[in-house]
C-alpha cells in the first residue's frame, strides 16, 4: 500500500508540476512559492521538534519578498541585495526579541536556515524559468526526478545484499542505488540535451554533478531529521511524508546548476 501510494501521489505531482513548468509565467512561480513556503514552514518545524523557536512568519515573508523579486527581475544584484538584506533582518529582530520572550541564537540561526535553505533554491527556479525558457528550467527536475525513482527502485531490487552510504543517517540509501540513479539521471539529462545542444559531455557531466549534489541534499535534510528524532517532515504527501522530504535533493542541486550554467557557457 505504501508503495502504490507513493507512487500515485508522485505520479500526480510530477504530472500537474510539468505542466505549470512548461506553460511558465504567474502559474509556475505561484506553484514554486507555495511549494517552497511548505517546506519552509516544516524546516521551522524541524527546528521547532528540536527546541527551537524560529522565526516563522518573518522567514516566509522574507521567502515571498526574495522569490517575488525573482519572478518579476531574476536573479540580478538586486537580488543578492534581497538576501543579504533579509537575512540581517532575521539576525538584526533577534535581540529586541531575546529579552522579551526568552529565545536564544538558536532561534536566529534556525530562522535564517530555513530561509536561505528554500526560498534562495526557489528563487533561483523562477529565475530560470523566467530568464533561460522551458528547457533548461527543466533540466535539473527531469534529472532529480530520474535519480530519485531510479536509486529508491534499484536499491529495493538488490535487497538486503545492498551497500549502505551512511547507515546512521539514512539507512535506505545505498551505494548499489546511488549507481542506478546516476545512469539514469545521466540518460534523462541526454534526453533533455535533445531540446538543448549542448554538447553531450557536457549534458552528462552536469546532469551528474547536479544528481550527486541533490543526494547530499537528501542526507542533509535526513541528518536535521536524525538530530531532532522526526521521521518525516510532515504527514502531508502519503507515501512520500512533507514537501521538504519531496524536494530536498532539489534544493541542493537548483543553485549548483544555476552555478555551473553561469560557468560553463
Request: with cysteine; aromatic share 14%; glycine share 12%.
Amino acid at each position: 500500500m505504501n508503495l502504490f501510494l507513493r507512487v500515485v501521489v508522485g505520479t500526480a505531482l510530477a504530472v500537474v508540476f510539468a505542466f505549470l513548468l512548461w506553460i511558465g509565467g504567474e502559474a509556475f512561480s505561484l506553484a514554486v512559492m507555495l511549494f517552497i513556503l511548505g517546506a519552509q514552514w516544516e524546516f521551522y518545524g524541524l527546528g521547532q521538534a528540536g527546541g527551537a523557536r524560529p522565526y516563522r512568519f518573518t522567514g516566509m515573508a522574507a521567502g515571498i519578498i526574495l522569490m517575488a523579486y525573482a519572478h518579476y527581475q531574476g536573479m540580478d544584484a538586486g537580488a543578492l541585495l534581497v538576501i543579504v538584506a533579509s537575512a540581517f533582518v532575521l539576525l538584526g529582530i533577534h535581540p529586541f526579541l531575546a529579552g522579551a520572550e526568552g529565545r536564544n541564537w538558536k532561534d536566529a540561526s534556525f530562522s535564517v536556515t530555513g530561509y536561505l535553505y528554500t526560498a534562495v533554491p526557489g528563487a533561483l527556479a523562477i529565475s530560470l524559468r523566467r530568464g533561460e525558457g522551458l528547457a533548461v528550467a527543466a533540466f535539473p527536475f527531469l534529472v532529480i526526478w530520474a535519480f530519485d525513482i531510479f536509486a529508491y527502485f534499484t536499491g529495493k531490487a538488490v535487497g538486503k545484499r545492498r551497500h549502505r552510504i551512511f547507515p546512521r543517517i539514512s539507512p535506505e540509501k545505498s551505494w548499489e542505488g546511488l549507481a542506478g540513479g546516476l545512469v539514469f539521471a545521466c540518460g534523462a539529462g541526454t534526453l533533455v540535451n535533445l531540446l538543448l545542444g549542448w554538447p553531450w559531455h557536457k549534458a552528462i557531466a552536469v546532469a551528474g554533478v547536479i544528481a550527486l549534489v541533490g543526494h547530499i541534499g537528501d542526507f542533509f535534510e535526513s541528518s536535521v531529521k536524525r538530530d531532532v528524532e522526526v521521521k518525516d517532515s510532515s504527514r502531508l504527501l502519503p507515501g512520500h511524508g512533507g514537501i521538504l522530504d519531496r524536494i530536498d535533493a532539489l534544493l541542493f542541486a537548483i543553485p549548483a546548476y544555476y552555478l555551473i550554467l553561469n560557468l560553463w557557457r
